[in-house]
């Protein structure tokens, strides 16, 4: 059974055929209605089972367009009404009556340990929509996306500057198994998780953590940030606002990146603090291409789980 639970759970050679697969896909359907069916319809008669813990705007979206590009059916699972985290019926015994109704599911939740002990006591695939330890959706779109506009992420230095958030965490995945480099600019109280920087230098990753956003973005081929306060986040926003505000995606700062570098973010963005209107708004910026294609390179992960790549 294929989950896609984290980039570093999967063989990189499958990870490199998704997005492959994806490009060809979308090329495919260059000039079908955004609702209309593929032709072959793939996945017709297969179900989707969609479980939101947190809320979700892209998420919810692409996935509901991508299983309807494939042909499937949707079943949307709201844990406020169901019995689902209300603790009047097991994990498992939720698992096993949707493993009756689904062929897949996809959960967004808070905790990562939450999503691991759910996928364990499934009879069916699980994609991670997002937790707080990684958001591996969001960086495979985010690779296609580099792809697609500017050729292999091979060796290309990336840069991230902010918080050492899940999103950093998928992304320093990536670049042990896409093969780019990738330079880390945050303050040290929020540097990222030490065991996952320790598994892709383990594999041989380029990773340079610093506290200099100059350093990070000097000559990289895109510079990639995200909210500074994430949903469910509890911290003093305040606090952790004004520690991060260096760290801010400015024109000063993509002027230190190469001239035909991309910005680069997951989205929701809160313009004026991780992001200037400026550089949002600008012709490097790839972040509407970058929302699309999580529907397009969704698709393709559905597809791999059900074993059809």
Not at 100 to 119: A, E, I, N, P, W
Not at 251 to 257: E, G, P, R, V
């Amino acid at each position: 059974m294929r989950n896609f639970i984290n980039l570093s759970d999967i063989d990189k050679n499958d990870l490199r055929k998704i997005v492959d697969y994806a490009k060809l896909q979308k090329e495919k359907r260059a000039n079908l209605e955004k609702s209309a069916v593929d032709p072959e319809a793939p996945l017709a008669g297969k179900t989707l089972i969609l479980i939101f813990e947190q809320s979700s705007t892209r998420t919810r979206l692409s996935f509901e367009i991508a299983a309807r590009q494939l042909g499937m059916h949707l079943l949307m699972l709201n844990p406020k009404e169901s019995h689902l985290g209300k603790g009047d019926e097991s994990i498992h015994d939720t698992c096993k009556v949707l493993s009756q109704y689904g062929d897949l599911v996809m959960m967004r939740t808070y905790k990562h340990k939450h999503f691991l002990k759910f996928s364990k006591h499934l009879d069916v695939p699980i994609i991670n929509g997002l937790t707080n330890l990684s958001h591996p959706v969001q960086i495979m779109a985010t690779v296609m996306t580099y792809e697609e506009l500017r050729g292999s992420i091979a060796n290309k230095k990336i840069a991230w500057l902010g918080d050492g958030n899940n999103v950093v965490y998928s992304l320093i995945e990536a670049a042990a198994q896409f093969d780019f480099q990738l330079a880390i600019a945050c303050p040290k109280k929020l540097e990222p998780n030490k065991k996952i920087v320790k598994w892709a230098k383990d594999k041989k990753a380029n990773i340079l953590i610093t506290k200099d956003p100059k350093e990070a973005a000097e000559d990289a081929s895109a510079v990639i940030t995200d909210k500074f306060i994430s949903m469910g986040d509890g911290v003093n926003k305040k606090k952790k606002k004004k520690l991060l505000k260096p760290y801010q995606v400015n024109k000063k700062i993509m002027k230190l990146a190469k001239p035909d570098s991309l910005f680069m973010h997951c989205l929701p963005a809160s313009r004026g603090e991780e992001v200037t209107t400026e550089v949002m708004d600008s012709k490097q910026s790839a972040v509407w291409l970058e929302a699309l294609n999580r529907m397009h390179v969704q698709k393709s992960i559905i597809q791999f789980c059900l074993n059809l790549l």
